[in-house]
């Protein structure tokens, strides 16, 4: 009989323990980081990069801007703009270059201009397209040449290499059609 009490009492000790939820996951926060190498956000993850070097200056009445920074990851950008009358009206151009360490050591570095005739970019690592690896035929090549030139099928020249057929005089006796 002690053996059942003493069972029972220790089954409704555990029973009758507080039981232990897992704890609430921390509210999100944002901050924004300090700068430099030494400090940062509480909580945040990952490294703090210094910023090596960071130039701005402010859009000016014309419309003008430059900035460039660099890090001390390799990171780095710098661009210049200002506005520029098209036939539109008023629209903006600019000019710049960033450029970062690839994971195999390579420095990539892209040139580019964004203006009137579009975003043009410039930089080594930009896919070519392949060399065509046939000839292009000798007939193409007249037609290529001809549409270069300007010229235009009336103007008696489209085919170089035959002289155009004299006009004939309109003819006054017709045929019925079959």
Not at 140 to 149: D, K, R, T
């Amino acid at each position: 009989m002690n053996t059942v009490l003493l069972l029972t009492t220790l089954v409704s000790a555990c029973v009758g323990a507080p039981q232990y939820a897992a704890p609430a996951p921390p509210s999100p926060s944002y901050s924004s980081p300090s700068g430099g190498s030494g400090g940062g956000s509480r909580g945040s993850s990952g490294p703090h990069i210094a910023i090596i070097q960071d130039n701005r200056s402010p859009i000016d009445a014309g419309g003008a801007y430059n900035f460039n920074f660099e890090t001390a990851n390799g990171i780095s950008q710098s661009e210049s703009g200002s506005s520029v009358q098209t036939a539109e009206g008023t629209g903006s151009a600019m000019t710049g270059e960033y450029s970062f360490t690839l994971p195999d050591g390579q420095v990539f570095t892209m040139q580019y201009v964004a203006d009137q005739n579009g975003f043009q970019a410039q930089s080594p690592f930009l896919p070519v397209a392949p060399v065509n690896p046939h000839p292009i035929p000798a007939h193409a090549q007249e037609q290529i040449l001809f549409a270069q030139s300007g010229q235009t099928p009336d103007s008696g020249f489209y085919n170089p290499g035959r002289a155009a057929p004299a006009p004939s005089a309109p003819s006054s006796s017709y045929r019925r059609p079959n």
